[in-house]
């Protein structure tokens, strides 16, 4: 065994190319599955144990006041665990240019613990407040600095006392206008129920609270919604924006990580495979040696499974380290800059541990079948070197029509190709694969950047939006429309019912047909009539109704349910949601009570306006989504590089396989006269052909994926299908042929090599 050992390293060190592919391809298959589910699943799991280890309530309730009594009964409702009371308000802070605080105070924190990152544990008694760790890094405050919050005409002067994150503001934008949190502009702070300013009432508009089973957690919602007459809405985590936000970003990463690791592990995989199999084959004179001087099958199939099993076993486990620690960590890094987590960590379940085996037993087991299909025959046989089983018949078709007059090397690449059909396919498949990970990469930039313009140049046509205040007077309304214009917008929290079923959703009563367009299907401008309710297409599609249809819902807080003819539908990349006009909104019966006005008005020097909680910038929310698509760029050209080194080595280690195998017809052409110009473009040229067939095949493949990719891993609330710009198409076959053209003019240098007597000896 120890001489089969040696033969083993000297048979790697003389196929240390070969050998080396393989490792590369099963290290990147591995790599890229390991890295991404390292990522996505310490997303899941950071998260489950930051739910539970800090207590993240189940149910909330909303309401414009909750007095003691309520929370008594809230208290004593079965299932109820703990519940506990805080006003919640929008405050601006001052000395810092836009800078929203969404500010909580509150009397006890057993729901929804602070994690504190830096200063003090929260104390009813104590005076201070405690600040949004991710706002407090960008803006850099530090625990003891003090800072002023306004409120409309009130001001709030206190020291931060502690920076922390807390398990229901992990996922925090300020409305439904921005995707991704920056932490640069809005945050949140909590304070003391006894550090309210004078003048202000002591009201509490929201309820948190634990249950005990929730398995009852429906029950629960519905005892608290006939017992809680205070209460305005009753929800859960399903329709939480920070549980649900995350939950979808995990969702999406996992459909277009399935698809994108599938790719390369099947690509992978399938080389590797055939990489050993033509390795096992070409030892077949070896084989057969061995078996002449006494080895026996057992010893031969054990040696021969050494090389398939040690090499993919070394590649796996790197794979799995290096994916785990270096890209699953690239990754989550970046995914948690958006998200408040405090503590995270790259995880690696059980099915990765289980495919990296499965690819190391399936590269095992190939070797094992190549090499007792040899062990089949006589010592004798297995001597002589394999000839190509090739019918005259099977390749008339080069001597017949146009290819009659075709030239040599046209004619000798089709009948190679014909007798190599494993080989020809593997080197198709291989160029495919590589292709459509280009183009996919470059299409989700194409694709993210179409629907920012749709989304902020076409829908959203205004320079500022204007929250205002809950309680804002008639004068300052009158105020700020004389000054600012009079394109306004109300938006309800409602519940629809579709059958059985309630879901919570929402309504805009838009009344500012300049500033908030309407789209269709095909991203044109449509208006919204007067007489009936238009929903999303998505919508449409999700509870199965169509125009002409009827809806029925409610207002949060309001009993009285209506139903409404759905008169059109519009398309929206970004919200999902029923719209109506005023004047029909009206003739309902419903009062409207504007809470946004938009505005061209310059701003950008105006920090505060009575009868407003906040002033967005439209520009500021675009740049927010750009600084995420730098994000996105990051990871598309990591992506790429992976999908370029790939393709390099599948079609490097193809075309060794395959001038390994031509080296006898090479050598023939040599003695026959041919020049080794000439033998390098008959090699060139076939290469050629099916990287041309390869691009062909992976251009619309690639289209499909990336389409199946963002119908399938966007979330609910996300309509967009895939946009690719002809100029990507044009990189992606630029970039497979430029892969494919270095191969090949690195493997056609070869042929000055190729020794006549040692190749044209070797088949007698």
């Known amino acids: 065994m120890k001489k089969l050992s040696k033969k083993r390293l000297r ?27 390292a990522y996505m699943d310490g997303m899941d799991k950071s998260a489950d144990k930051y739910y539970k280890d800090n207590n993240f309530q189940d149910i909330w309730l909303s309401g414009e006041n909750f007095s003691n009594e309520d929370l008594e009964k809230v208290k004593n409702t079965e299932n109820v665990k703990y519940a506990e009371r805080l006003l919640t308000i929008n405050t601006e802070l001052e000395n810092k240019e836009e800078v929203t605080l969404e500010t909580n105070f509150i009397e006890t924190n057993n729901i929804s613990k602070m994690y504190v990152v830096e200063g003090e544990e929260f104390s009813k008694d104590k005076k201070g407040v405690w600040f949004d760790s991710y706002l407090a890094k960008n803006l850099d405050l530090q625990v003891g600095d003090e800072i002023t919050v306004t409120y ?24 439904d206008t921005e995707i991704f949190p920056t932490h640069k502009n809005y945050g949140f702070m909590y304070l003391s129920i006894n550090e309210l300013p004078e003048g202000m009432p002591q009201i509490f508009n929201q309820v948190i609270i634990d249950i005990d089973n929730t398995d009852k957690l429906q029950e629960t919602k519905a005892d608290l919604e006939n017992n809680i007459k205070s209460a305005i809405a009753v929800t859960d985590r399903e329709a939480s924006v920070s549980y649900q936000g995350y939950n979808s970003e995990i969702e999406e990463g996992t459909t277009y990580s399935s698809v994108f690791t599938f790719l390369f592990l099947f690509i992978a995989v399938l080389s590797v495979t055939t ?15 061995l078996k002449a001087i006494g080895f026996k099958n057992r010893k031969i199939i054990n ?18 380290l290096v994916g785990r620690y270096a890209l699953g960590t690239f990754f989550l890094n970046m995914e948690m800059s958006y998200f408040e987590i405090p503590v995270y960590n790259t995880v690696l379940i059980p099915v990765v541990y289980i495919l990296a085996i499965a690819v190391v037993v399936l590269i095992t087991l190939v070797t094992y079948l190549s090499c007792r299909s040899i062990l089949k025959e006589s010592a004798v046989e297995a001597l002589r070197l394999e000839i190509p089983k090739v019918k005259n018949t099977k390749f008339d078709l080069t001597t017949k029509g146009i290819f009659k007059k075709a030239s040599i090397s046209t004619r000798w690449n089709l009948r190679d190709v014909g007798r190599n059909k494993g080989r020809s396919i593997m080197a198709i498949v291989g160029i495919t694969g590589c292709t459509m990970l ?117 207002i949060f807080g309001d009993d009285n349910w209506y139903t409404c003819k759905i008169i059109g539908l519009n398309r929206d990349p970004q919200n999902q949601q029923l719209n109506m006009s005023r004047k029909y909104f009206e003739s309902l019966g419903l009062t409207y009570r504007a809470d946004v006005v938009y505005t061209d008005e310059d701003l950008s020097n105006t920090k505060t306006i009575d009868g407003v909680d906040t002033i967005q910038s ?56 041919f020049k ?3 033998i390098k473009n008959i090699f060139v040229k076939q290469n050629l052909w099916l990287t041309i067939v390869g691009i062909i095949l992976g251009l619309p493949l ?10 399938s891993a966007l979330g609910d609330n996300y309509d967009f299908n895939a946009y690719i710009k002809p100029t990507s198409y044009l990189y992606a076959v630029v970039g497979s042929l430029i892969v494919s053209i270095i191969v090949n003019k690195v493997l056609s240098r070869k042929v000055k090599k190729i020794d006549m007597v040692t190749s044209l000896k070797g088949n007698e």
């Open 11 to 37: 048979d790697i060190r003389q196929n240390k190319m070969q050998f080396f592919n393989i490792f590369i391809m099963v290290f990147l298959g591995v790599f890229v599955f390991a890295g991404i589910h």
């Open 152 to 175: 409309q005409n009130m001001k709030i002067t206190e020291k931060i006392l502690g920076l922390v994150n807390t398990p229901d503001h992990v996922y925090f934008v300020k409305d």
């Open 275 to 289: 990489t050993m199999n033509r390795f096992v084959k070409k030892q077949r004179t070896q084989i057969g040696t």
């Open 303 to 320: 040696h021969y499974l050494g090389y398939g099993f040690i090499v993919s076993l070394v590649a796996s486990i790197v794979g799995l």
């Open 438 to 554: 280009m183009l996919c990469a470059f299409g989700m930039m194409d694709t993210m950047k179409s629907y920012l313009s749709w989304e902020f140049d076409k829908i959203s046509n205004f320079e500022y939006k204007l929250s205002l205040s809950n309680n804002y007077t008639d004068e300052q309304f009158d105020n700020i429309t004389q000054k600012y214009g009079k394109e306004t917008s109300q938006t309800f929290g409602i519940e629809i019912k579709n059958n059985d079923k309630k879901e919570a959703n929402t309504l805009t009563v838009n009344d500012a047909p300049n500033k908030l367009k309407y789209t269709n299907h095909n991203k044109e401008y449509m208006d919204l009539k007067d007489d009936g309710i238009y929903i999303t297409e998505k919508l449409s599609e999700k509870y199965g109704l169509q125009v002409g249809d009827e809806i029925t819902w409610h």
């Open 618 to 673: 439209l520009t500021t929310l675009k740049q927010g989504m750009e600084s995420m698509l730098e994000t996105v760029q990051t990871m598309i050209v990591l992506l790429i590089v992976v999908s370029a080194i790939l393709g390099f080595v599948i079609i490097y280690n193809l075309g060794i396989l395959s001038f390994t195998e031509k080296q006898y017809q090479f050598a023939t052409l040599k003695v026959l006269g």
């Open 676 to 678: 080794d110009k000439q």
């Open 702 to 711: 690639g289209f499909w994926m990336l389409d199946y990719i963002f119908k």
